[in-house]
């Protein structure tokens, strides 16, 4: 349905423009008022409409039309839809182990005002080896330029 009215709306649009491109120009405008014209050259004639008039007209009835009915569709689908940043914030939300607060909820202290101390982690059994130092470069024996 949305692609459908979107090939509609998009040539609804490219007929539109061809139609106001066709148009001929009222003429005079308000320079020919401004500089002694009729009254009929700035506010134009009120004679019959053609076929190019009309279709404008039409024409930009459906674009309206169109314009509102996409519009439309598209913000119905929102309401359901998370965006992809919300959907990983809550993932990692819901993985993360809880932090520590301090024995309550709250984070506070209990009544005897002592926590128990957090595990030790445990030593390792053996110590890493160290590593040599590097050895430092032999003076040059050579002779000089």
Known sequence: MFGLLLAIHLIVCMCLVAVILVQSGKGGGLAGGAFGGATQTVFGGRGATDFITRATVVLGVLFFVTSLSLALLTTRGTARARS????????ASATAPPAPSGGLPGGGL???????????????????????????????TGTKH
């Not at 919300?86 to 993932?91: C, H, K, L, V």
């Not at 053996?126 to 470069?137: G, I, N, Q, V």
Request: hydrophobic share 40%; aromatic share 0%.
């Open 84 to 91: 992809i940043v919300s959907e990983a914030a809550r993932r």
């Open 110 to 140: 209990p009544a005897g005002g002592v926590t128990s101390p957090a595990p030790a982690s445990p030593a390792p059994a053996t110590p890493a080896p160290a590593k040599p130092a590097p050895a430092k470069p032999a003076p040059a």
